[in-house]
């Protein structure tokens, strides 16, 4: 305490900047006595708040900065869905609801054990919120001052860490470190206002690497007081995530580092996952983010341009929104984009990792491609019942062959789409736009105006461009090799 003045300055250059850069001006705050009062409906005319004050104009009024503690109560009326906000989607998860108690947003959290589906045929015992995987959606408005109750009905001790908020650091969630970690029975209370908008997320920051495996994570999205940008009229909310399930269990493996073989956006894996459909002409924004526990992903929209308009929340000024149509999540990261729905169709949207978009059962195969099975086949099926080799000229037939799988497992791929089977699987989902939709449910699979599929193409036509018919002897072969024995078929996984 021998320098308690320079200290303070000290904090208040901190909050000064980080002010300039994203937060509400106190100037604004008419509202105090209005809440206090009960009145709570005086609305001032908000001024443009982040992304667009001017860069480098600091405030360093005493006044602006003061008061981002615990018994802060400074803040906005709550925001209003459909009024002060255009609220989420999140495909396949939902919204937390929430009570206003005396000016404040309350919402209750309450951390379990959930029998979670990925996709028809895979459930696990996971570990989530409210009954579901992931977390629901936590949605408010710049200013908003929120209480968060976060009960554990866990078998070990849990916390919450508000991931991106800049929240006072005793409401920061780690364990040990910023709190006492809530033991199982117990509920905590988290309150602070958020002084900031965009993209984030939560997670439990107490055994971290078990947690995060069981699928304790959501995301929190905090929207502009005034408008940030151009209003969309579709916002979606997806959280990526990877998981380790052994076929014929029923739990995630949390000590799993690198070989994850179940790839979800909120928590679900194609064909598990819902649309995204919008209407054409439709401003649409997506807030990926990412909490999987160790693999970074390149999510890829077909069809589209987009323009990445987030960064871990904070709004990009539109000369530094890169165009794209894939955007890598990192581990810990949010990004959100945003598009206009000017191409009607099906399009894909997916993780551009290979092995990310691919079910349970594709991931450790051993690689047949090119083997002729020979006399194999004969003299295994006389030792296992029903044995056929597969895969020797690719992996796609395993999922549409709809060979029987084991008990509580998907199979390696996808499901069957419009033209055929669609080989996908993982993190993986259908971007629906249509025109004329009357409203937003799933459309079905588009129709295709005549002279916009790929057809088969005739002889005739090929000779017509190209003078010749074309050769379509496959083009394989040069290694194939007739393995008699089956023993070096397994030979060559080393199994
Ligand atoms: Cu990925």
């Known amino acids: 305490m021998s320098c308690p003045a320079a200290g303070g300055e000290l904090e208040s250059a901190r909050f ?65 869905p459909g009024k002060d906000y255009t609220p989420v989607i999140t495909p396949n998860g939902s919204t937390l609801p929430y ?12 951390a379990e054990e959930v029998d979670h589906e990925f ?19 936590i949605e408010a408005v710049e200013g908003d001052r929120v209480r968060i109750y976060v009960t554990n009905k866990l078998p070990e001790n849990t916390s919450i860490h508000w991931h991106g908020l800049l929240v006072p650091s005793g ?39 078990t947690q995060i495996a069981f699928g304790l994570i959501g995301m929190f999205v905090i929207h502009p007081r005034a408008p940030a940008g151009p209003k969309v009229d579709r916002d979606f909310v997806l959280m990526s995530s990877e998981w380790r399930i052994d076929v014929g269990t029923r739990r995630p493996v949390p000590t799993e580092m690198t070989d994850f073989n179940v790839l979800t956006f909120n928590g679900r894996a194609f064909p598990g996952t819902d649309p995204l459909v919008a209407k054409y002409g439709d401003r649409v924004r997506i807030r990926f983010g990412n909490l999987s526990p160790m693999e970074h992903h390149p999510i890829h929209l077909h069809g589209y341009s987009w323009k990445i308009t987030e960064m871990d929340g904070s709004r990009l000024p ?35 990792m290979t092995h990310h978009t691919m079910n349970q059962m594709g991931h450790n195969g051993p690689n047949l491609i090119g083997v002729r099975p020979g006399s194999s086949d004969k003299k295994a099926s006389k030792l296992v019942a029903g044995y056929m080799l597969m895969g020797e000229s690719g992996q ?5 062959m709809g060979m029987p799988v084991p008990r509580n497992s998907i199979p390696m791929v996808g499901a069957p789409g419009k033209h055929g089977y669609i080989d996908m699987g993982g993190m993986f989902t259908v971007v629906k736009v249509r025109e004329n939709l ?58």
């Open 318 to 352: 539109e000369s530094a929104q890169q165009p794209g149509n894939t955007v890598l999540v990192a581990v810990g990261q949010t990004r959100a984009v945003e598009f206009i729905a000017d191409n009607p169709g099906d399009w894909a949207m997916h993780c551009h």
């Open 438 to 495: 009357t409203s937003y449910d799933d459309p079905g699979w588009y129709e295709n105006p005549p002279g916009t599929l790929a057809s088969l193409a005739s002889n005739d036509e090929f000779e017509r461009d190209f003078g010749q018919i074309p050769e379509t002897k496959p083009t394989e072969n040069k290694m194939k090799t007739d393995y008699g024995n089956i023993d070096h078929v397994h030979m060559q996984n080393g199994s």
């Open 396 to 400: 796609a037939d395993m999922g549409e």
């Open 171 to 209: 409401m920061d969630g780690v364990a040990g470190l910023s709190q006492k970690s809530i033991k199982p029975g117990e509920t905590y209370k988290y309150e602070f206002t958020l002084w900031q908008h965009g993209t984030h997320m939560y997670h439990s920051h107490c055994d971290d690497m």
């Open 119 to 137: 996709a028809p045929g895979l459930r696990a015992y996971c570990w989530g919120f409210n009954g579901q995987v992931h977390g629901p959606t």
């Open 99 to 110: 009570k206003v108690v005396a000016g404040v947003k309350v919402f209750h959290l309450i």
């Open 16 to 80: 000064s900047q980080i002010k300039n850069k994203s937060m509400i001006s106190r100037r604004n705050f008419f509202f105090k006595t209005a809440v206090a009062a009960g009145v709570g409906v005086l609305r001032a005319a908000p001024r443009p708040l982040q992304g667009a004050e001017p860069i480098g104009q600091r405030s360093e009024s005493p006044e602006n900065i003061r008061g981002n503690t615990q018994t802060d109560r400074q803040a906005y009326p709550p925001g209003e």
